[in-house]
């Protein structure tokens, strides 16, 4: 079974232009998540979704961020615009909404603002 | 607010010999669910091993096993005979029932010895 997939796997750009991530969840899979990790903050929740819809985005930044989910098996999270201090893994997971399933993450995408 | 507590930033272990890494958390849901994750220098998340907070048995995964102490709220996990390929960081994590989401722990680096 193909697991979450994430896209790009690496990203550089420079300082001021937008990045966008994009993260396909697994099939039949009803809440999706997106984390950033980093050395000093661990890894930290920016938003997730159930059914297509956001649930808790308290975890964004800021403005300069923000997801989407349009349907159940596409999700971008934009950076808009990118800064250095954005420079981070950035994971996408999802689960079944049942307490008792895990989360299964993405490979995630290892951003590098210049 | 649920809370993740990893006190143990980073462990040795011989190889073959067990670990306990450990975790405590604090919660006021009556029903919640803990997870372990390893993460590995390559850097995906890895789902371990789930307990719930109404199990009546500490969970087992093979090599893997959770002590899971209510009362005190912990949930440690432990790795028998371990092994090179262990060598990761291990995250604790707490199901948020009443929003759907995981708050994780900071996590622990276990290096094995040879």
């Known amino acids: 079974d193909a697991g979450v997939i994430q896209s790009p796997r690496h990203e550089v750009t420079e300082m001021g232009q937008e990045v966008t991530l994009r993260c396909k969840p697994i099939?039949?899979?009803?809440?999706l998540f997106w984390y950033r990790q980093t050395m000093m903050r661990g890894l930290e929740l920016l938003i997730y979704?159930?059914?297509?819809?956001?649930?808790?985005d308290s975890g964004m930044p800021e403005d300069r961020f923000s997801a989407k989910m349009p349907n159940a098996s596409f999700s971008t999270l934009k950076i808009q615009p990118s800064e250095p201090r954005d420079s981070a893994v950035y994971f996408c997971?999802?689960?079944?909404?049942?307490?008792?399933?895990?989360?299964?993450f993405g490979d995630g995408t290892r951003l590098s603002i210049l | 607010a649920q809370k993740i507590t990893q006190t143990q930033p980073g462990m040795f272990v011989q190889e073959k010999e067990a670990v306990t890494l450990d975790c405590t958390y604090d919660?006021?849901?009556?029903?919640?669910?803990l997870f372990w994750y390893k993460q590995p220098s390559s850097g995906e998340m890895i789902f371990l091993i789930y307990?719930?907070?109404?199990?009546?048995q500490n969970a087992t995964e093979g090599r893997y096993s959770l002590n899971f102490q209510k009362a005190r709220k912990s949930a440690n996990l432990v790795i028998s005979a371990s092994q090179l390929g262990d060598s990761a960081m291990y995250f604790c994590?707490?199901?948020?029932?009443?929003?759907?989401?995981?708050?994780f722990g900071k996590g622990t680096k276990l290096s094995v010895k040879p």
């Open positions: 997971a999802s689960s079944l909404r049942d307490r008792r399933q895990p989360q299964h």
């Open positions: 099939s039949g899979h009803n809440s």
């Open positions: 979704f159930n059914n297509n819809v956001p649930i808790d």
């Open positions: 919660t006021s849901d009556p029903s919640y669910g």
């Open positions: 307990q719930g907070s109404y199990d009546q």
């Open positions: 994590a707490i199901f948020r029932g009443s929003q759907g989401n995981l708050i």
